[in-house]
């Protein structure tokens, strides 16, 4: 029943009671086939970047502080499948995994029960919109303090058109007023609640979008826009699953930075780290970053104990070697890598063939010659790319080839590797001052390069992470130090080939 807020003119007006939710739900809809992506399952369980569509959502609301609970509603037919990801995931906050209904007003209607009584927050979002931020998260349940309904757009990028049924042109909006919904979608429970009890007396009533239910039925309410992104796509076509696959490739993951050398110790003292190409350049300064906080570190390279990364023998001895002399291995870091700049068609076969074993072929030995010691102990393989994974670079076509390997090798290990517990990621350092770019490259202002110093903290606090199938983006930050290469010997300059990064 509408309420009459009629009032005579000597009246007060009332103060409305400030909202104070009980808790906030994010529900996620997982309803959708996949019949346009022409798949047989339903397109939230499709894997991009390792794991399932609906995993990638819900790990965001499990992480976002703000959100208390989650709730699952999924295709008919595949709650169990849905519930399983949960599990495997360990996802503690979501509490119910149900089927949706045949319609989206069902379906909502469904969350609503699902949700129960009383003042709560509802984030009503799509499980094939992977990409939502934190920061979106954030805003719309902050938006809810002051607004009733919020939702989450875009600006639009295109003249949006309209047309009659002979396909002519009837309209061309202003476009600047005009703007391309996503999700999540947010509500105080009693405004979608209302919202929906008005709408069950239209028998035209069929909702695609719930803030459109607020504002046909409760055409008073405001509704609170925030600004969504570009990455935040849904994926609903075949084209939609490779942008989103490419977006997560390219996304920037930040390792939490602990704040000081206790926290370090803590997590660290005891702990086995193994680096191959650990004498110079970032393998260095990481193995004395993990030294000064009571790591057992056993470096390995080419130049300082004679161990070649891209032979078996040579990796299962230095394995061998620290698992005999403490028991365990926690970490594998796999630093080493050969640039060799020239035309692909000029190059030869000598060289070629070093430029693979060393830069893949070696990280894929020691990747399957570490997982046994690794799911002893739910370690971490951790390996490095570089910019030029992105798109080839002329003049070190093997290099890039063999950078955008590493980052598909790091997905698809992550996710064969999550049964045994065992993590696996990729540093992304951009131009970092090490002996192998100083060798390629020549001198360059220092002022330009990141600090090796800083790749290896950043590579620790991916260490002890719970990351996994991540691309960690490292940049020199603004007023960073300039940085300064470390320079081998001319003794160790003697046993390197040109372009081996030692570190």
Not at 118 to 133: M, T
Not at 297 to 320: I, M, N, W
Not at 402 to 420: M, R
């Amino acid at each position: 029943m509408t309420q009459d807020h009629t009032t005579g003119p000597d009246a007060t007006p009332e103060t409305p009671a400030p909202w104070r939710p009980s808790r906030t739900v994010a529900v996620v809809l997982a309803g959708g086939t996949g019949t346009r992506l022409g798949l047989g399952i339903p397109k939230q369980l499709l894997k991009i970047a390792g794991k399932p569509i609906i995993e990638h959502t819900l790990a965001v609301f499990e992480a976002a502080p703000e959100i208390d609970e989650i709730i699952v509603l999924m295709a008919t037919g595949h709650v169990a499948d849905a519930q399983q990801i949960v599990d495997k995931a360990g996802l503690r906050k979501v509490s119910k995994v149900i089927e949706g209904g045949d319609t989206r007003n069902a379906t909502t209607r469904i969350a609503l029960d699902a949700v129960g009584e009383g003042d709560v927050n509802i984030l009503f979002h799509d499980a094939v919109r992977p990409l939502v931020s934190a920061r979106i998260v954030r805003e719309c349940v902050n938006a809810l303090w002051s607004y009733s309904a919020v939702d989450v757009a875009i600006p639009s990028a295109d003249t949006i058109i309209q047309v009659d049924e002979d396909e002519c042109i009837t309209d061309i909006p202003v476009r600047s007023r005009l703007r391309r919904g996503q999700t999540p979608q947010a509500f105080r429970s009693g405004t979608i609640r209302e919202a929906y009890r008005r709408a069950e007396g239209d028998p035209n009533f069929a909702a695609t979008d719930d803030c459109g239910v607020v504002l046909r039925y409760l055409p008073g309410t405001p509704i609170k826009v925030i600004d969504g992104s570009d990455e935040n796509i849904k994926v609903t076509h075949p084209v939609d699953v490779h942008l989103a696959d490419k977006l997560f490739q390219l996304a920037a993951a930040q390792a939490p930075r602990l704040t000081d050398h206790r926290s370090y110790t803590e997590e660290l003292a005891g702990r086995t780290i193994v680096i191959f190409g650990g004498s110079y350049g970032i393998g260095h300064d990481l193995a004395e970053l993990a030294r000064r906080y009571g790591a057992q570190v056993f470096p390995f390279s080419r130049s300082s104990t004679g161990t070649h990364v891209e032979q078996v023998g040579d990796v299962e001895a230095a394995l061998k070697t620290a698992f005999e002399a403490t028991g365990r291995i926690d970490h594998v870091v796999v630093t080493a890598g050969i640039l060799e700049k020239g035309a692909l068609a000029e190059m030869d076969e000598e060289t070629m063939d070093r430029v693979l074993q060393v830069n893949f072929v070696g990280p894929v030995i020691a990747a399957r010659q570490s997982l046994p010691y690794l799911q002893q102990t739910k370690g971490q393989l951790l390996l490095y790319t570089s910019s030029s994974y992105t798109r080839g670079r002329a003049q070190y076509a093997l290099y890039s080839s063999t950078k955008a390997a590493l980052v598909n090798l790091t997905q698809a290990l992550s996710d064969e590797w999550a049964e045994f517990g065992v993590r696996v990621n990729c540093i992304n350092p951009e131009r970092t001052a090490t002996p192998m770019r100083t060798k390629a490259f020549g001198e360059e202002p220092e002022h330009t390069l990141l600090a090796a110093e800083t790749v290896a903290q950043s590579s620790l606090d991916v260490l002890i992470s719970d990351l996994t199938g991540q691309v960690i983006d490292v940049r020199r930050a603004p007023g960073e130090p300039a940085a300064v290469p470390a320079q081998p010997t001319a003794a160790d300059q003697d046993r390197l080939p040109s372009g081996v990064d030692a570190g």
